[in-house]
């Protein structure tokens, strides 16, 4: 079973900028989706970005310009770069992985489709304040 570990969450005022890790190990998947999800108490999980093991990213629409996935093979590290914070942006980011994608389907797609993958970290509390 993939083990992930997400950290680099914290405090930032509105328009700052943090940096998340996702340090993957026993990983196994030849054909592989990565994602970072983000859910806040009371509302329903979110999916923000994906990446698959050829490099391509996907985006959700309210992040799009503003955070940056990315998969640093040397170190197995999945990343979120994250600027130009909102307070709307605070919540529990998780990352997440799964074999994949789906035929026809960006990671994204499928992250949504599915509601969440298959391994999944603790997770990691993103506050921007305003």
């Known amino acids: 079973q993939v083990h992930l570990e997400e950290s680099g969450g914290g405090s930032v005022q509105a328009g700052g900028s943090l940096s998340l890790s996702c340090a993957l190990s026993k990983f196994t998947y030849s054909s592989y989706c990565l994602a970072w999800f983000r859910q806040t108490p009371g509302k329903k999980r979110e999916t923000v970005a994906g990446?698959?093991?050829?490099?391509?990213?996907s985006y959700a629409d309210f992040v799009k310009g503003r955070f940056t996935i990315a998969l640093d093979n040397s170190k197995n590290t999945l990343l979120l770069q994250m600027n130009s914070l909102k307070p709307e942006d605070t919540a529990m980011y998780y990352c997440a992985a799964d074999e994949g994608p789906l035929p026809g389907v960006s990671c994204l797609g499928m992250a949504t489709m599915l509601g969440r993958f298959a391994d999944r970290g603790q997770g990691t509390q993103v506050t921007v304040s305003s």
């Open positions: 990446i698959n093991d050829r490099g391509t990213t």
